[in-house]
C-alpha cells in the first residue's frame, strides 16, 4: 500500500518557468510534510516543510501548498534554474507518533535552458 | 557545523557476506534511522534509534539489524546479503520528532 502517491514521475521546464510537483497522501494522521531535493550519488536533502495548520509556505523559490481537505500538497519551483535539476521526493510522518517518513518514488525534474 | 556522515562510501560484497554500516549524527541529535533506497525509487524506513533504543522497525528481514551506541552514533548491519541488497543505505538524524537529515549514504553493491 502506498501511502504518498507522487506525481508527475518526469518533468521537463524551461529555465525561468515554474515546476510543479504533486502528492497525495492516504494516512489523515499525518502531520508533517517534507520535501527532499536528491542529486545524482548523493544524500536527500531537506528543502523545505509543512504542517497542516498552515495552507502555504515559502521559502526563497520554493513554496509549498497545502490542501488538508483534499489530502494533497505540492511544491512549486519558481524560475527554475538548471541547478535545480534533481529527483525531488515528497514525504510524511506522524511526529506525535514517531513514526517514520513515508515518501513517495520521486520526480525527476530537469531544467534546460 | 559537520552534517550526517557516513562509511563507507561504497562497498562491495558477494551473496551470503556480512557487512556493517556506519552513521555519526549531527552533533546534538539523539535519534538515528535508517532507510534503504533502491535505484529510481524513493527510500524505505528499516530502522529508527533513538536514546540509543529501538523505536521503529520497518518491513525488512531479521538479517537486518543495527545498534546506537552511547555517543549516539549507528551501525546497521546485513547478514547473508542477498544481490537484492544492492542499494544506497541512507542514515538520518534528528534533533525531535519531524525533520530529519540525511547523510550521503552508502552504496553496496551485491555480486
Known amino acids: 500500500q502506498q501511502q504518498v502517491k507522487q506525481s508527475p514521475q518526469s518533468l521537463i521546464v524551461q529555465k525561468g518557468g515554474i515546476s510543479i510537483i504533486n502528492c497525495a497522501y492516504e494516512n489523515t494522521a499525518f502531520d508533517y510534510f517534507p520535501w527532499y531535493q536528491q542529486f545524482p550519488g548523493k544524500g536527500p536533502a531537506l528543502l523545505i516543510a509543512?504542517?497542516?495548520?498552515?495552507s502555504e509556505k515559502k521559502e526563497g523559490r520554493f513554496t509549498i501548498s497545502f490542501n488538508k481537505s483534499a489530502k494533497q500538497f505540492s511544491l512549486h519551483i519558481m524560475d527554475s534554474q538548471p541547478g535545480d535539476s534533481a529527483t525531488y521526493f515528497c514525504?510524511?510522518?506522524?511526529?506525535?507518533?514517531?513514526?517514520?517518513?513515508?515518501f513517495g518514488k520521486g520526480t525527476r525534474l530537469s531544467v534546460i535552458a | 557545523d559537520a552534517g550526517v556522515t557516513q562509511s563507507p562510501t561504497h562497498l562491495i560484497k558477494t551473496r551470503g557476506q556480512q557487512v556493517t554500516l556506519r552513521c555519526s549524527p549531527i552533533s546534538g541529535h539523539k535519534s538515528v534511522s535508517w532507510y534503504q533506497q533502491v535505484l529510481g525509487q524513493g527510500p524505505q524506513f528499516i530502522f529508527q534509534?533513538?536514546?540509543?533504543?529501538?523505536?521503529g522497525r520497518g518491513n525488512f528481514p531479521d538479517r537486518f539489524s543495527a545498534r546506537q551506541f552511547p555517543n549516539y552514533s549507528s551501525e546497521l548491519n546485513v547478514n547473508a546479503l542477498l544481490l537484492g541488497d544492492s542499494a544506497l543505505y541512507l542514515c538520518?538524524?534528528?534533533?525531535?520528532?519531524?525533520?530529519?537529515?540525511f547523510g550521503p549514504g552508502t552504496r553496496l553493491t551485491v555480486l
Open positions: 509543512i504542517r497542516p495548520d498552515v
Open positions: 538520518a538524524s534528528s534533533f525531535n520528532w519531524g525533520a530529519q537529515y
Open positions: 514525504a510524511a510522518s506522524m511526529t506525535s507518533g514517531n513514526t517514520p517518513l513515508v
Open positions: 534509534y533513538y536514546e540509543k533504543e529501538e523505536r
